[in-house]
């Protein structure tokens, strides 16, 4: 069963996270690290449970993991052992388990926020609460890039040098822990390159029964970051019955109404999109420039539905409040 097919056709709309890092630091968090949010597993885990918490109050459908740098070298070269690596890439799932176990068990115990199967939100910044079905939430585990674990800005260009059973070698380890973890889902995440979704799926069929969705970071309105084209990938996955979802993620608001476009023409997929606030990010100085987009982001999040996107959320410098606003602008489209 497609799990994220079954909360489309019975909620319409499945709404999406936004930027894990963004909230850590906004609580004083000093992520300038290798690890990036994945340090707080070990050093505040509370952190991230609290974040989780703070997108579903705000309307999100899913908790994806701080697992987007938490790999086996990664931790290992930092001088936790392999097998503390493992547990720390456990954790990542375990404490999106915890956080919704704990809001869904909160509003369902209320009668006065809970009624026939709908929420009211607690919504952030002064959003109207207003009453929207919804379905209990998911725990999506994020699979970062090869480039995610070099650090380096990568995941934006994609020239690894490696070949496929190389990027195969890298995944497998990672995607088995989370997958033990009890992730409902796997999330393979601003992938540069058409080769690396390649390697996962081949990763994904070690493990029959398990979903992912894939989202690809692009360069432009046309093309993902390694210059291949959008449209392509999205035909190339197509016909994986473990593809639950495709889309594009960590990308600039201009380019996401083309990109959607150009996928679904290519894919009988849901579409995802969680695109960057509408700041410009440098790797090489790990900083972000410019303001966000001054147009409301739940008035976008309209726009993207209109294209053909099915799930919705956001990424980088995005916040609970953003993605209050795409329930907000989303709640019509809901099956009642």
Known sequence: MNLIQSILEQYGVMILDGAMATELERSGADLNDSLWSARLLTEDP?????????????????????SYQATIPGFVQRGWTEQEAKELIRRSVQIAVEA??????????????????????????NVPVQTFP????????????????????SEYRGDYQLNEQQLVEFHAPRIRELI????????????????EAKAIVTVLQQFPGVQAWFSFSARDSEHISSGERAADCAAWLDPYEQVAAVGINCTALEYI?????????????????????GEQYDPVTKTW?????????????HDWYERGARLIGG??????????????????????
């Open 257 to 277: 109404p083309a990109l959607i476009s150009a996928m679904h023409a290519q894919t009988t997929k849901p579409i995802l999109v969680y695109p960057n606030s």
């Open 289 to 301: 420039h410019g303001a966000a987009c001054t147009q409301n982001y739940g008035q976008q999040a």
């Open 100 to 125: 919704r176990d704990a809001f869904w068990t909160d509003y369902t115990a209320s009668e006065s926020n809970y009624s026939a199967g709908q929420v009211v939100l607690n919504q952030p910044d």
């Open 134 to 153: 919804r379905p209990r939430p998911l725990v999506v585990a994020s699979v970062g890039p090869y480039g995610a674990y070099l650090a380096d800005g």
């Open 180 to 195: 033990e973890a009890g992730a409902d889902l796997l999330a393979c995440e601003t992938i540069p390159c058409l080769i």
């Open 46 to 66: 509370e952190a991230i449970r609290q974040v989780h918490y703070r997108y579903f109050e705000a309307g999100a459908d899913c908790a994806i993991t701080a």
């Open 315 to 336: 990424c980088c410098r995005t916040t609970p409040a953003d993605i209050a606003s795409v329930r907000q602008a989303l709640g019509n489209k809901m099956i009642k």
